[in-house]
């Protein structure tokens, strides 16, 4: 259970605020798992904005960039996504447009969990 969650810090949809991931070697990336708002129960989904479209902007380690969009669902716990990619350094998610904006109210991510394929080393 997290008791944390990042919200870029402005009300409304928040598009263009963005968060990132770096990566300390290039990494094989499967898929990703978002879990919108400020936490897991389904009674706190409406306490917040949620993210609704967003790119991901993915960084190679030849400095290639590339972006795809996602889109995600007005739902509590986790939502799970393809995310193929290879040699991957940086991803940066930019917030496009959000459910449930308001004045009194940021975009909120509890967690954004990426799939690798484990490596093996023989040793």
Known sequence: MSNSWWGPGVSQSADGEWIEARFNEPTRLLDILITSGI???A???SE????????AIIITADGKQTTRQITLDQ???????????????????VIRSAFNVGADKQVSIAEIEFFTRATTSGT
């Not at 917040?48 to 790119?55: E, Q, V």
């Open 43 to 45: 009674s706190d989904l």
């Open 75 to 93: 739902v509590s716990g986790p939502q799970q996504r393809k995310f193929r990619a290879q040699n991957v350094v940086s991803v940066r998610f």
């Open 48 to 55: 917040a904005a949620l993210p609704h479209r967003m790119d």
């Open 39 to 41: 936490s897991t129960k």
